[in-house]
Structure formats: structure tokens, C-alpha cells
């Protein structure tokens, strides 16, 4: 209250009352999980409430460039019109009805995925590893109809999710501590090496399951042609060819699936993460006469494929295809690697000892402890995560523009401290 004109303020002597600090609602977040969710995940002290394009929000009300984009999920980023009014217009109408009967949306997803890919039939699920598992199941059930074949020929290095069967599958180790025994007769060969693979395949083998980029393994690409001897030698010894593109799919490489620009065609292939651009769902994908070999309750899945999710993959999937799109995910997926790499070219530190990636999706090898640098770039306002130990991850929103490349390519090289 101001004092009336002609009067003085009465001078009390007494202090202004202090302003209460508001309290953190980050740490109020953390403390209300910690007490009741499952340990399972280490989480950043950062509770995200809303988001929009590729930033974030903090309950506090801090905001973030989102480079991690959910591991991947989010590829239009958040809060994208195709996205929310795709949600809203089917739940306004139905969300679930089981696969006892037919659904418009998942079948029309069906058809998007097979007109653009290798597949004739497509099994719909809830999540990566769900889909791998069914890859999984498919591929040894053909097996067993065409001569008893059971093994399953893996990488090592690789990452194909947390079931036991995807786990059994997975080839580091660390994954799979204490929950043993894994699945029987799963062989594991070096990434990238055709001869150990020759070796390893045999007239025993149904299948072999490899990823075209090795994402949590640390974003390791193959050598040149190696994918392409890797179909030659399935087909020379009548195996299946299984690619887990669950990270690496719909879009994240520049092409709607990485396959399309490696030079070989799979028999199986397994989608997740972006499909769905923050709604979960999966999907394995196989050539028709593969995909006969499972019939009516030999797999399944309750929620897999309902109204509301292929209803919101299929919005994705037409959103992502569009040639501007992807054309944006090799352009600004270089952008990051160019800054990078002259980063390390003049960096006498010798922090960054490499930088790999294809599309949006990117690896930054660094010779220090990379979780610091990721916790620092939180701070900053950055999300990013390290993967393999020492090896920062970006995978923005692949709609991300270049003046957010920049902003983030500034962030990170501040939190490496050159």
C-alpha cells in the first residue's frame, strides 16, 4: 500500500518479510518415486511435465533441448498436430476391442508397412522387445517346419531388449546376470565379421538376428558390405535373416527403413520406438509365406495393434515417409557430425576420440567419463544420454531444425568443458 500524499511513510525499524523459496517440485517428484516405483531405472532429479517440438519442460518450470527424444521414441518430437489429433479423433471414437475382431486402423498400418517395405503380413505388439520375441518365436517355428532347425545365430555387442527370449538374444552379458539360464542354442559372433558368421551358420540354424546399427552398443555401424554378405550367406545355408530395427526404423537413418539404403533385404524385420511417436506399440514384419507359419493361437497379443495405436502409427509413418522429412534427417544428422568432428580436429584435450552416426542418430566417443558430461548437459539444459559406457547419444526429433542443432551442438560441446 502506498502512503496517502502529503503523509510520511512510518518508519517501523523492522526488516522486509524474507519471500518464501518456492519449493522444488523436482525433488518432490523424486522422493514420491523413489518411495513407491520399482528401482529398475536411474533417473536424472528432473520430473518432465509437458513438451512441445524437440523442448521439454521441468516441473520447476526449466526447459530443455530433448536430443534423446524418449531413446528415440518421440521422432516428431512432442506435441506434434499429426500426433494429438490423430489421438483425439480415435479415442473419441474407440480405444480397444481386442483382435477378436477387425480394426480399420491396424489394418490400414499394415497395408502403409507392407507397400513400403519388403513384408507381406505384419503382427502387431506393444513394444520392441515384444516384437524381437516374436521374431524370435516365428523364426523357430519355420525352423521347425523346414528340417528341425532351432539355433539362433546373434551378435555380440548387440541389444535386443529385456524378455527372456530378446535377453537370451542380446549379446552383452551384463543385460542378462542373474537371470539365467537364457534360452538354449542362441550362438553369439562378432559384429561385423562375415567369416565368423559363415562359421557359425549351419544347416541347424533357423535364423540369424542382427541389428543394422548397433544403437545401445554405443551407435556402431558395420563395415562396408558386410550386411549385404551377411543375406548372401542366410540364403546359401537356408536360414532367415531377423533385422531388429526397432531403434533404427521409421525414418532415424534418413530412410524410412535402414535396410533400403545397406544393400540387402531381410526376411523378418522388427519395428518399435518411433513407430508410434510416443504411443507404444510394436511390430515384426515378414515375408507372407514365413509369416504362415503362424496360425491362428500360436502368438498373440491383447493390447497389440488396438484402435488408438496403429490409429497414431499410421499418422507417423505417413508424416515420416515424406521425401522433405527425410531428406531433414541426413542434413541435420550431418550438421551434428560435421561440428563434431571439427571439434575433435582442433581439440588438444583429446576428449572426443570419435564421432560415428548415419541420419539422426549419433555417437560421440569420448576418452572421459561420459555420464558427467551428460549430467552437466542436463544442467545446462541439454537431454542426451551415454550408452556403452562412454559414448554420448543424440537422437533428436527427426523434424529438428538447424538452428536447434546448433543450440544443442553448443550446449554439449559446454557441458564436454572445450
Not at 26 to 38: F, H, M, P, Y
Amino acid at each position: 500500500m502506498t502512503a496517502a500524499p502529503g503523509k510520511k511513510r512510518r518508519v517501523t525499524g523492522r526488516k522486509p518479510a524474507r519471500q518464501a523459496k518456492p519449493p522444488d517440485r523436482n525433488l518432490q517428484w523424486e522422493k514420491r518415486t523413489l518411495e513407491t516405483v520399482a528401482f529398475t531405472y536411474r533417473r536424472f532429479p528432473v520430473a518432465i511435465v509437458r513438451g512441445r517440438g524437440p523442448w521439454v519442460w521441468d516441473a520447476n518450470g526449466k526447459k530443455y533441448l530433448d536430443f534423446l527424444a524418449g531413446v528415440a521414441v518421440n521422432c516428431l518430437g512432442h506435441g506434434h498436430p499429426a500426433i494429438t489429433r490423430a489421438v483425439r479423433e480415435q479415442a473419441s471414437k474407440l480405444l480397444h476391442i481386442s483382435n477378436y475382431f477387425h480394426i480399420p486402423s491396424q489394418t490400414e498400418l499394415a497395408e502403409e508397412l507392407t507397400r513400403r517395405s519388403f513384408a507381406g503380413r505384419v503382427f502387431f505388439c506393444n513394444s520392441g522387445a515384444e516384437a524381437n520375441e516374436a521374431a524370435l518365436k516365428l523364426a523357430r517355428k519355420w525352423g521347425q517346419e523346414h528340417g528341425g532347425r532351432v539355433e539362433i545365430v546373434s551378435t555380440t555387442n548387440s541389444f535386443h531388449g529385456r524378455t527372456i527370449g530378446s535377453l537370451s538374444a542380446t549379446g552383452q552379458t551384463k543385460y542378462a546376470e542373474g537371470f539365467g539360464p537364457l534360452l538354449p542354442q542362441v550362438r553369439f559372433v562378432p559384429f561385423g565379421n562375415a567369416g565368423a558368421l559363415a562359421e557359425a551358420v549351419t544347416e541347424k540354424t533357423c535364423a540369424v538376428l542382427i541389428e543394422p546399427v548397433q544403437g545401445e552398443g554405443g551407435v556402431v555401424l558395420p563395415p562396408d558390405g558386410y550386411l549385404p554378405r551377411v543375406q548372401e550367406i542366410c540364403r546359401e545355408r537356408g536360414a532367415l535373416l531377423l533385422v531388429d530395427e526397432v531403434q533404427v526404423g521409421i525414418g532415424r537413418t534418413g530412410t524410412l527403413f535402414a535396410y533400403e539404403q545397406m544393400g540387402f533385404e531381410p526376411d523378418i524385420m522388427t519395428l518399435a520406438k518411433g513407430l508410434g511417436g510416443g504411443v507404444p506399440i510394436g511390430a515384426m514384419c515378414a515375408r507372407t509365406e514365413i509369416m504362415e507359419a503362424l496360425g491362428p493361437g500360436t502368438h498373440g497379443s491383447t493390447f497389440g495393434g488396438n484402435p488408438l495405436a496403429t490409429a497414431v502409427a499410421l499418422a507417423v509413418v505417413r508424416e515420416i515417409a515424406r521425401p522433405a522429412l527425410l531428406a531433414n534427417v541426413r542434413k541435420q544428422g550431418e550438421r551434428i557430425r560435421h561440428y563434431f568432428r571439427k571439434l575433435q580436429a582442433g581439440d588438444h584435450t583429446g576428449l572426443v576420440a570419435d564421432v560415428r552416426g548415419i541420419g539422426l542418430m549419433t555417437g560421440i566417443e569420448v576418452t572421459r567419463e561420459g555420464p558427467e558430461i551428460v549430467k552437466r548437459g542436463i544442467e545446462l539444459g541439454l537431454i542426451a544420454n551415454c550408452t556403452a559406457g562412454n559414448v554420448i547419444r543424440l537422437v533428436p526429433p527427426l523434424n529438428v531444425t538447424s538452428r536447434e542443432v546448433d543450440t544443442a551442438c553448443r550446449l554439449l560441446r559446454q557441458a564436454m568443458g572445450i
